[in-house]
């Protein structure tokens, strides 16, 4: 069975950093590319990164140069370190993987940006 558990959330103020993780299991966590996603309140889910099984990674211009995706294979997991964050980060982001065409996604982890 397909889990991915998000952690690492929390409160923060403008300019400080968090890292997320992304804890995976049920399936070969290293021949998948993993992603981030994030839900403002009153909006739609948005990208935000994504690594791929070799490395390879790609953002969203609204969080280049501020976060960063990594992932550790003899863990099974992803992380999203984002620094410099803003009022605008403040959202419920999600881990996700696409597995044999079926969309799985975590619980999510609150990040509220404020001072």
């Known amino acids: 069975q397909v889990q991915l558990v998000e952690s690492g959330g929390g409160l923060v103020q403008p300019g400080g950093s968090l890292r997320l993780s992304c804890a995976a299991s049920?399936?070969?966590?290293?021949?998948?590319?993993m992603r981030w996603y994030r839900q403002a309140p009153g909006k739609q889910r948005e990208f935000v990164a994504t690594?791929?099984?070799?490395?390879?990674?790609n953002y969203a211009d609204s969080v280049k140069g501020r976060f960063t995706i990594s992932r550790d294979n003899t863990k099974n997991t992803v992380y999203l370190q984002m620094n410099s964050l803003k009022a605008e980060d403040t959202a419920v982001y999600y881990c996700?993987?696409?597995?044999?065409?079926?969309?799985?996604w975590g619980q999510g982890t609150q990040v509220t940006v404020s001072s």
């Open positions: 690594i791929s099984r070799g490395g390879s990674t």
């Open positions: 049920g399936f070969t966590f290293s021949s998948y590319s």
């Open positions: 996700n993987t696409l597995l044999y065409d079926s969309d799985y």
